[in-house]
Structure formats: structure tokens, C-alpha cells
């Protein structure tokens, strides 16, 4: 099982969404990571089919996925940012009718509902309508009808954005729970959702992949570069306006400071292990910047 991407472009008039993106993806989950606006998006939407590529292919198990059509479309499930629900419908109704239009026969889909609420712990609601639902609520549902027709490829898109810290790990734990035998392409700016369950991550910048690899390869690139600073308050103000740094904390009469340098920004700076929040620093934030980034 192979979801091969090569060398895919998309303009959008003068606007180069994904540049020259190439990657292959097996068995297991895959973080794509990058800021809003990186072209992660539509990177998505045309693994999908949703979106015509300018140029280049994707190919499943060496098939250009525009030949498969709709053979193609029944072995992929996908939650985008915003997935469409009826308000007025419950959440027993709402996956039995995304089963009909996914063409699962009528006993195959009332079974299928049944597990999948069970999965993402939504039988006790099962009869309420979507509308009273949480945010959390709903993506957990979302999650359900993209994998109802038991896909090969399973694309999330943003899938945690709104959701609270326990929403969170409720999450991962039903990715990691759903994630065998099959291809999961994952994209968040969301550092925290990715280290625990990623595989491998795909950092994209500016519409092109520039880095790739597990944890321990990616980390590697600001490994002798991260920093813990305890100044006070004039010298941390000096050390913001010079300096990337991850995380600022306030320890009474000082500030603590966590740095990304290639060289020691301050006599007292003691180095410390990378995470995957200073790799996105590296990578994405600005001196003088608040990156777009959970703590």
C-alpha cells in the first residue's frame, strides 16, 4: 500500500499554492506541519481529488489517482476543516445517510454506525441532534463519517483545531485506535497533536515540503541550538528582540526564556533538548514575532 505524490504543483493565478511537492506514504500515521497559509490545504484537497493539480501526479500502488475516479474515492476518507452536517439531523441519522450516499448497503451501514459511535464515544448522544453538540463532539463525529466506508487513506485536515486539551488527547487516542492497516495523512500546526502519534512529519513552508523524517531525524536539525535563559526582566527584553525563542515563564523576579541559537545567547543560557514546538520556531517564527503555535 503506496500513496505516491510527484513533483505536484497548483497555481492559483500568480499564487504558487504547492511548489514541486514529492513524498511517498505507507502504512501508519503522517503529520503534515507548517503555519497557516503554507499550501497545506490544498496539498490535501488534491490527494483527494477535490482539487485539479496544475501539474504532476498521484499515484495509489502505481494508479494515477485521476484514472481510478471512483474507485479511488472509495478507498479514501476525508475530513476537511469545516466538514458539512444538518443541524437537525442526530448523529445516527446524519452517518446513516452518509452511508447511503457512500453506497453501503442498508444492514453493512446500521452495523457500521453502530461501532463507529461506539469508537468515538458517541452512543449515548446517538439520537440528540448535531446542533446541541460541542465543538469536540462534532469533529469526533466528522471522524466517524470519513472512515465509514472503512478507507485505505484516511486525510484529516486540522482535525483538532477549537478542541479544548482533553478533546485533544481523546483525539489522538482514536487516530491511534483506528490507525492499522491504513494510510493517515494528518495536518495541524498543532505541534503537541503530532509527537506522540506521528510515524513521520512533513514540514511544509511556502507551498513546498522541506523537511521530512521521524522525531529523532527532524529534531536533529536544532539539536546544540535550543537554550534555557533565566535573566531578568532588561535582559530578556534584549533576548526577544535578537533571538527565536519557544516559550517565556515568568519565575518571580526573572524570566525564563526558551531559545533557538546557533551560538550562546547570554553567559547564564544553559542548552537544553529539542521539541518538536522549537523545530517549528526554527523553521516558521520571526524575531520580534509570536509564531503560530500552542504551548
Known amino acids: 500500500m503506496q500513496l505516491q505524490v510527484n513533483n505536484l504543483c497548483k497555481n492559483f493565478k500568480e499564487n504558487m499554492a504547492v511548489n514541486h511537492v514529492s513524498f511517498t506514504l505507507e502504512k501508519g500515521i503522517y503529520g503534515l506541519l507548517g503555519a497557516n497559509g503554507a499550501g497545506k490545504t490544498t496539498l490535501m484537497r488534491m490527494l483527494c481529488t477535490l482539487v485539479t493539480p496544475t501539474s504532476g501526479t498521484v499515484q495509489y500502488d502505481d494508479e ?3 484514472d481510478m475516479d471512483e474507485r479511488y474515492r472509495r478507498i479514501i476518507g476525508y ?16 452517518l446513516l445517510y452518509i452511508a447511503a450516499l457512500k453506497g453501503l ?37 466528522g471522524i466517524a463519517q470519513a472512515v465509514l466506508n472503512d478507507p485505505d ?34 495536518s495541524t ?3 503537541s497533536d503530532l509527537e506522540s502519534i506521528a510515524k513521520e512529519i512533513l514540514i511544509m513552508k511556502d507551498g513546498s515540503i522541506i523537511a521530512q523524517g521521524d522525531m529523532k531525524k527532524l529534531l536533529s536539525k536544532v539539536s546544540g541550538k535550543t537554550w534555557c535563559c533565566l535573566s531578568d526582566s532588561k535582559e530578556a527584553e534584549e533576548l526577544r528582540s535578537t533571538y527565536l525563542f519557544s516559550n517565556e515563564k515568568i519565575c518571580g ?14 553567559p547564564s543560557a544553559i542548552q537544553t533538548e529539542p521539541t518538536l514546538e522549537d523545530l517549528f520556531i526554527y523553521y516558521f517564527g520571526e524575531v520580534n514575532e509570536i509564531a503560530n503555535f500552542e504551548i
Open 79 to 94: 475530513l476537511p476543516q469545516e466538514f458539512g452536517y444538518y443541524p437537525g439531523f442526530s448523529a445516527e441519522d446524519y
Open 253 to 266: 523576579e526573572k524570566v525564563e526564556l526558551r531559545i533557538i541559537s546557533e551560538t550562546k545567547p547570554s
Open 153 to 186: 487513506i484516511l486525510i484529516l485536515d486540522e482535525p483538532t483545531s477549537g478542541l479544548d486539551p482533553k478533546e485533544r488527547i481523546r483525539f489522538r487516542s482514536l487516530i491511534s485506535h483506528i490507525a492499522k492497516e491504513r494510510i493517515i495523512l494528518l
Open 64 to 66: 494515477d489517482i485521476q
Open 189 to 191: 500546526h498543532i505541534v
Open 105 to 141: 448497503k442498508p444492514i453493512i451501514a446500521r452495523k457500521r454506525v453502530n461501532e463507529l459511535l461506539d469508537i468515538v464515544s458517541l452512543t449515548k448522544v446517538r439520537r440528540k441532534k448535531i446542533k446541541t453538540f460541542s465543538g469536540g463532539m462534532k469533529r469526533r463525529l
